[in-house]
Nanobody
Framework: QVQLVESGGGSVQAGGSLRLSCATSEYTSRTVYMGWFRQAPGKEREGVATIYRPNGNTAYADSVKGRFTISLDNAKNTLYLQMNSLKPEDPAMYYC?????????????????????????WGQGTQVTVSS
């Protein structure tokens, strides 16, 4: 079973920064695609940023482009999400996810949290709160 453990969430003022980390138990074919998803109260889970480990291709939600950066440290099997210029609409539970096969990083971003196309592996989530 793939293990994903998030950390780094917390409370920050609008305009501030946080870096989320996701430690994975392995780098195998089961974690070829990885990503960050978020879910705010009363809303559906949505893709934030995804990455394809073999070549580093990434995709971002329009709402976070230019503010968030997804990255990997393959030696440490750790995924990161650097979040800058946090806004009042960013608070949510942020989840790390992994999947062995998708139709590309954009497909994973848009469909990785939805029903039958939901990502195979999920972490427990880390809470991000932004105060104005």
């Amino acid at each position: 079973q793939v293990q994903l453990v998030e950390s780094g969430g917390g409370s920050v003022q609008a305009g501030g920064s946080l870096r989320l980390s996701c430690a994975t138990s392995e780098y195998t074919s089961r974690t070829v695609y990885m990503g960050w998803f978020r879910q705010a109260p009363g809303k559906e889970r949505e893709g934030v940023a995804t990455i394809y480990r073999p070549n580093g291709n990434t995709a971002y939600a329009d709402s976070v482009k230019g503010r968030f950066t997804i990255s990997l440290d393959n030696a440490k099997n750790t995924l990161y999400l650097q979040m800058n210029s946090l806004k009042p609409e960013d608070p949510a539970m942020y989840y790390c996810a992994a999947d062995p096969a998708r139709g590309g990083v954009r497909q994973y971003l848009h469909w990785g949290a939805r029903g039958a196309t939901r990502s195979a592996y999920w972490g427990q989530g880390t809470q991000v709160t932004v105060s104005s």
